[in-house]
């Protein structure tokens, strides 16, 4: 399965939703106070916990699709700091992704650029109409 994965974000909130190559919606949260980044890294952790072994998860956030593929395997080793000792932002949300990637090894975190596919758009569409009308407005929570 191929999962396409945005978030968005206002002074009050984020939201995230990931939708199947169908446009189907597969996950979708709202995070009161919560950011761009927590957004895009709760969905594609909302898609982890769905997946299964070989399936793709796409998302448009470059820092997620690094940290996932990249980066977290040393920041764990250094204790969860990233270079220079310095705190790394998200670290809760960080552990999660690292948990779950360790739970589901074959499953694959792709970068999109943004909006170049219809189902990144469609992604796209639907986390702002769940920021601007609620997680009620779509299906399914994750």
């Known amino acids: 399965m191929e999962f396409y994965t945005d978030g968005s974000s206002d002074a009050d909130y984020s939201a995230y939703v ?23 890294f709760m969905g594609v952790l909302s898609c982890l916990l769905e997946a299964k072994d070989g399936d793709i998860i796409y998302t448009d956030s470059q820092y997620t699709a690094n940290s996932y593929n990249l980066w977290m395997h040393g920041w764990e080793i250094n204790g969860w700091k990233r270079s220079g000792n310095k705190e790394l932002k998200n670290i809760d949300l960080v552990k999660r992704l690292s948990e779950a990637k360790k739970a589901k090894p074959l499953v694959q975190v792709k970068w999109i650029p943004r909006s170049t596919h219809p189902m990144n758009k469609v992604a796209d569409k639907y986390a702002y109409e769940v920021l601007k009308k609620g997680i009620d407005f779509l299906a399914k929570e994750v």
């Open 18 to 40: 990931s939708v199947n190559i169908n446009g189907e919606i597969i996950t979708k949260g709202r995070i009161p106070l919560g950011t761009s980044q927590q957004a895009e």
